[in-house]
């Protein structure tokens, strides 16, 4: 690339510079922390003087005897919400598109988004009002006609349930943003071609909508299997208690009670780095098998 090259195109490297900037910054530069996991680091003697131990924390880390349940825990939550909150930003935009009426589509647009602002801590609150022993409204309703309280905040059977419904109501509006968008860009003309053929509103969908945006769903899929090991720390930790602890304890929550309140950070640090690798190897395994299945993957 020469200097006229950049003098040319210097309005747009102008548009990408903040963005580069921040990952530089703020994605690229933290990555020197990642030798933290390598050393028993201490803040008075810093990175630079801290003794080095190799892998350790990572040896530690897997002979942890609950590390085993830590990594069900994790995995099966994201699996509950991968499986029952990815399809439905799909099915809701859908819906949405299919919708005639502007104004009724933009309320509810807006109705569905709204979740997603919502902190946890709010949404835990909710949580707590609705479904508490206590106070709850179902379980006062439960009384009212006779019957014992519902302990469903205390029951390890309901732990994974909850925080896949919580998902669902925040994030599954928001979701469809990116679909309504490849929605959009399905080429008119192809919808007036399948209406002329005779083809219902259910054939147009399944023949038309859903392959165009098939590559943008199995990206999302592939990013999302990136994420396979994290979990949303906060509602975890909101939502948390002794009595729900077996299945509530994740990869999150050890690396903070051992980071943060037991000040083991090249542990905690440690934790973020296995998850990193596990999420990488699947986001490579994915995007692998997508492409020889003849699709388009990530890169």
Do not use: C
Not at 73 to 89: K, Q
Not at 144 to 173: C, H, M
Not at 239 to 261: C, E, H, R, W
Not at 272 to 294: P, T
Request: charged fraction near 15%; proline fraction near 4%; avoid cysteine.
């Amino acid at each position: 690339m020469t200097r006229s090259d950049l003098f040319k195109y210097r309005h747009m490297y102008m548009l990408v510079f903040p963005g580069l900037l921040y990952f530089i910054v703020f994605k690229l530069v933290p990555m020197w922390g990642l030798l933290v996991a390598f050393q028993d680091y201490t803040p008075i003697l810093g990175m630079l003087h801290s003794k080095w131990v190799g892998f350790k924390h990572f040896i530690e880390l897997f002979q942890y005897d609950f590390f085993y349940n830590l990594l069900r825990n994790t995995l099966l939550i994201n699996v509950f919400s991968l499986v029952f909150l990815f399809p439905l930003p799909i099915l809701l935009a859908i819906m949405l598109n299919e919708a005639r009426h502007e104004v009724f589509k933009r309320i509810n647009q807006s109705i569905v988004y709204m979740p997603h602002f919502l902190s946890w801590v709010i949404i835990t609150s909710l949580t707590f009002f609705i479904l508490s022993t206590d106070v709850g409204l179902i379980n006062k309703a439960v009384r009212s006609f006779g019957y014992e309280p519902i302990p469903f905040l205390n029951e390890p059977r309901f732990f994974w349930g909850l925080l896949t419904v919580q998902n669902i109501w925040k994030d599954a509006g928001w979701g469809t943003i990116i679909f309504l968008a490849a929605i959009a860009g399905v080429d008119p003309s192809r919808y007036e071609a399948a209406v002329i053929d005779g083809a219902s509103r259910m054939r147009q969908i399944w023949h038309i909508t859903l392959p165009a945006i098939r590559p943008t769903i199995l990206i999302l899929l592939i990013l999302r299997l990136g994420h396979i090991a994290d979990v949303s720390f906060e509602q975890v930790l909101l939502m948390l208690n002794p009595l729900v602890l077996s299945v509530g304890d994740v990869f999150d929550t050890y690396a903070y009670k051992q980071g943060i309140l037991s000040g083991q950070t090249s542990v905690g640090v440690a934790v973020g780095m296995f998850k990193g690798v596990v999420g990488l190897a699947l986001v490579l395994i994915s995007n692998h098998i997508v492409k020889k299945l003849g699709h388009e993957g990530i890169y």
